[in-house]
């Protein structure tokens, strides 16, 4: 693997499980105007047009990530707000390309982020038949786990209402009790475990300690540190764009948390 | 070793490519299902709002047929019209909605299931097939429309009337492959979805829906008429589809089609499909991006 000019000090590569993401010296830079705005395709047209460069500013999101996810792993990414954590999990699934380096993964992993519904103009219950069938399951297997997928979630009474009425709590309840379901695989989850409250945040912590023992692996998003003790077996700390920590979930969060009172 | 070698040793493979050709589609083939009821829960969510509900499925185009009468059967009246004129522009009207809603829809498939796209891993190719076939389930109800209304208006039921069967499959399958096509064009240039209304409606009045273009610039009273425009009408593919589905449909000289027009229309169906699925796959990774 390619050294980077960052001394992190990597965890010894465990011998007896597979990795499955690989991030090689990922560079991600975005081009944005100095007033924040992001470029559309017209804004650079009229830049070329009138000949003026000035305004462009490129944004250095990540500089160079290097480490190696293995199966069973749960790896928990923290970083104060701007440091590129959910960069890098966009660019883990494919949604931002990379500048420099690369990133190989043994599956397409799903992301499951804070926001939109899958397809809001549709019940719950259509969210998780389509959802599943999306996923590559057979309409049996969501048969199958359709009451469990409804249970896990909790939202039983909602089930049947289009997801546009759906609170953003219940909307992360209902993705990620169906993203949950696919448990041998890679699962993203970016903050969308912060808007579910007490009792679901409790299940779903339990549910990725699940995956994490069945061979699947987990990135968890999250300025919960507590969240990242009780279900991490690994803490990578991003800051600026570089890896600053890769190691026990105890000594990066000390680390990180003492760098943060300071 | 480097890591991409070490990355393929272990089977891993990198991030924002694309699975072979052959992979991609047997994954899309697999997902067949979602496809059949994307497009029908889709269907539903869209009329439940509605208080008569299911019922707009016929509703919509019956309405669409009788602003089309009055205004081309009633208010302009032209000497470029077939016989039994009020069939010939209910079959062009039907006939032309399924294309052009299925454009329409396909064109914002990706664009509009953003949110599904970036959350979950699934061929994206689903997406444009899933609005394509749900315009077809909404297409279908029409077709019965049209025989209901050929049956009223005196037409006798012909063995040849079975013919819409592979017209209309060969039309899905044209119109699939345009989605795709589209699809991805408008994931790269997002203004396209804003032109194709106006392109929609530009093949509205130039393919005969209305008029018949064989009547309009044709030869007839000793002119040659403009044999540019007919020629230019053989190889526009809708205008092939009306053609074929109004010659299985109607009886008379008028509409008796040149046998070329099969293979035309074939020919147009499944290359534009296999062009359409290579074209969307090749920027697979491409789609869901937000910059």
């Known amino acids: 693997m390619s050294t980077d000019e960052t001394q992190v000090q990597a965890p010894q590569p465990p011998k007896d499980r597979k990795p499955v993401v690989i991030v090689d010296d990922v560079h991600v830079e975005y081009k944005v105007f100095a007033t924040g705005k992001r470029p559309t395709a017209a804004d650079r047209r009229s830049k070329v047009l009138r000949g003026r460069g000035k305004q462009m500013r490129t944004v250095h999101a990540l500089k160079g990530v290097s480490f190696t996810a293995y199966e069973q792993d749960s790896i928990g990414v923290i970083g104060t707000n701007g440091s590129g954590k959910s960069t890098l999990m966009r660019a883990i699934v494919g949604l931002t390309p990379t500048s420099r380096g690369a990133i190989y993964a043994s599956s397409r992993p799903s992301l499951l982020g804070v926001g939109a519904a899958l397809m809001k103009d549709l019940s719950g219950e259509r969210n998780i038949i389509l959802g599943g069938l999306a996923m590559g399951f057979s309409m049996d297997e969501i048969e199958a786990n359709f009451d469990d997928i409804v249970a896990f979630s909790g939202l039983e009474k909602f089930i049947d209402l289009p997801m546009r009425a759906y609170s953003s709590g219940m909307t992360a309840r209902l993705k990620f009790a169906l993203a949950s379901v696919q448990t041998h695989d890679i699962l993203i989850v970016d903050e969308a475990l912060a808007v579910g409250d007490r009792k679901f945040r409790a299940r779903s912590e339990a549910r990725i300690r699940e995956i994490r023992d069945n061979a699947g692996t987990v990135f968890l998003v999250s300025h919960s540190m507590q969240s990242i003790l009780d279900t991490c077996s690994r803490v990578i700390w991003l800051d600026q764009g570089t890896l600053v920590m890769d190691g026990d979930p105890e000594e990066v969060i000390d680390a990180y948390n003492e760098a943060q009172d300071k | ?291």
């Not at chain 2, 272990?10 to 997902?31: F, M």
């Not at chain 2, 079959?91 to 979950?120: C, M, P, R, Y």
């Not at chain 2, 293979?263 to 499909?273: N, Q």
């Open chain 2, 1 to 291: 070793m480097t890591t991409a070698e070490d990355a393929a040793r272990l089977g891993l493979h990198k991030v924002g490519g694309r699975p072979p050709l052959r992979d991609y589609v047997a994954d899309v083939w697999r997902r067949r299902t979602f496809i059949y009821s994307m497009a029908r829960f889709k269907i539903e969510s869209e009329n439940q709002q509605n208080s008569l509900g299911m019922l707009w499925v016929i509703l919509k185009p019956l309405l669409n047929a009788l602003v089309y009468g009055l205004i081309f059967g009633l208010l302009l009246p032209s000497n470029t019209r077939p016989p039994h004129f009020v069939e010939f522009l209910l079959i062009g009207v039907f006939v032309f909605e399924f294309f052009a809603q299925s454009w329409t829809a396909g064109g914002k498939s990706i664009t509009n299931n953003a949110s599904l796209v970036q959350s979950l891993a699934f061929p994206r190719m689903v997406l444009p097939l899933a609005a394509v076939t749900q315009r077809f389930l909404q297409f279908l109800p029409t077709v019965g429309i049209m025989l209901v209304f050929l049956l009223a208006s005196g037409n006798r039921p012909q063995l040849h009337w079975l013919l819409i069967v592979p017209i209309f499959a060969l039309y899905f399958v044209f119109s699939c492959g345009l989605a795709l096509v589209t699809a991805r064009l408008a994931a790269h240039w997002r203004d396209l979805n804003n032109f194709l209304p106006f392109l929609t409606r530009f093949f509205f009045y130039t393919t005969g829906i209305f008029f018949s273009v064989e009547e309009r610039f044709g030869p007839r009273d000793g002119h040659k008429g403009h044999p540019t425009i007919i020629k230019i009408s053989d190889f526009q593919p809708i205008h092939e589809f009306l053609s074929l589905a109004r010659s299985a449909l109607l009886a008379g000289d008028s509409y008796t089609i040149d046998e070329r027009y099969w293979l035309f229309a074939g020919t147009w169906s499944l290359g534009l499909f296999a062009f359409g699925v290579w074209f969307f796959w090749r920027a697979e990774e491409r789609y869901g991006r937000v910059d």
